[in-house]
């Protein structure tokens, strides 16, 4: 399809050539162009030929010739991406109830969203169309949601129809120098133990461009009553997802598994530059440093408010906010408490505090005379919004005090006004 244009920038080179909102961009150079990625790549050329068809649907040319200063101005609209086509029995978006932020519910299987934004793929939907795109735009890394190497296993869990290996376009890929981080999410009972073990050595195979593989527990909500029966992972397990990682290169634990292991995290050095740190892997770590950078920062600010502060966060990581909250209070004296909040929104299986809803903190939270709240950002989207919907400035107006909201990396924080 085409590229629609949503908007243009004034001071652009684009609309000084004609290019207006609404015209639609058939090719650049004789590229065809159908999304935000074929915008970037074919327009990094010197002169661009631009066929368009303007609103009335008159075909157009436009022949532009760039500066290298002012930007081609060209706002295409917002991308809609390609969805899972898998059947997965673990899929969170399977046991989430109605009624919360539209985008919860869309199942993201989009190879162009992996490469912008590191999101995670099963490359089961690709056409050797896409694979030679990939290729040809260099679209390099992308992040592979593997589970399994074990072909039958993996149609198992994946419950797609077709032919697939996941092996197989592992190298494909690999041998066309894509480079690949990689995402095993664990199913106890379907690919722990020795499948575990037999994925992670075809993983780390020389004949594959692998940057990292990341291990995940499984998320379980409350509402899987319909669905395959699965376990969450336990403290034993994790003990043993440890043990089983530390044999293998370029393999990380989820924080998530070293706190059901009770165990201590690894140093900086260990997850070298965080390669997985949108999947949970080495947040707390990069958190506590950069507290340590930060907090005298952090407590001068604070003590300027004379505010008490009650940290708020999900049960798992209860005990690890609490050391810093006591680190506060040698310098702040009995100023600093934290609150667990329990998850019964999605079931009390569910600990980690970025699946925390509005409604779960205002139905458990007391909040005390002369005390602000603090959250982290991971409980909100983007635009400002939990889970359920609701906006930090009605959280914060329902709580009837001051919002801090904390960056998860706490590398900067800020008031809701």
Known sequence: M????????????????GLRVGDTIISINNQSVEDFLDLQFHSAEEVLSINFKDNSGDLKQAEIHQNWE????????????????????????????????????????????????????TLTNLS????????????????????????LLHKRMFRYKQNFNIMEKLKFL????????????????????NELESSLKDLISPDLNILS?????????????????????????????????????????????????????????????????????????????NWKKNKEKFISEIKKNDKKLVFVTGKLAFNFIS?????????????????PVINKFFGKTVTVTGLLTASDILHQLSVEKNETVVISSNVFNDDGYTLDNVHKKKLKYKLKTNLLIVDEEFFNWEFVN
């Open 2 to 17: 085409p590229l629609k244009i949503a908007s243009v920038n004034k001071d652009g080179l684009a609309v000084k050539y």
């Open 213 to 289: 593989i990341g291990i995940v527990p499984v998320g379980i909500t409350k509402y899987r009553k319909s669905l395959t029966k699965i376990s969450k992972v336990s403290s034993e397990l994790a003990e043993q997802l440890l043990e089983i990682s530390q044999k293998y290169p370029r393999t990380y634990c989820s924080d998530e598994i070293y706190l059901l292991a009770d165990r201590e995290l690894p140093n900086q050095v260990f997850y070298n530059y965080y390669p997985q740190l949108e999947n949970g892997i080495g947040m707390l770590r990069l958190f506590s440093a």
């Open 128 to 151: 050797p169309k896409d694979y030679d795109r990939i290729i040809h735009q260099k679209l390099s890394p992308l992040y592979i949601s593997v589970h399994t190497t074990n072909p």
């Open 174 to 193: 690999s041998d066309n120098r894509i480079e690949l981080h990689t995402q095993i999410v664990i199913v106890p009972g379907w690919n722990d133990g």
């Open 323 to 339: 050391e810093i909250a006591s680190e506060m209070n040698q310098v702040y004296p009995d100023k600093i408490r934290v609150f």
């Open 70 to 121: 002012t930007p081609l101005g060209i706002e295409p609209v917002v991308h809609k991406c390609r969805t899972c086509t898998n059947d997965c029995i673990f899929c969170f978006v399977d046991q989430i109830p109605t009624g919360l932020r539209k985008t919860l519910y869309i199942k993201d299987d989009d190879y162009r969203l992996s490469f912008t934004f590191g999101n995670y793929i």
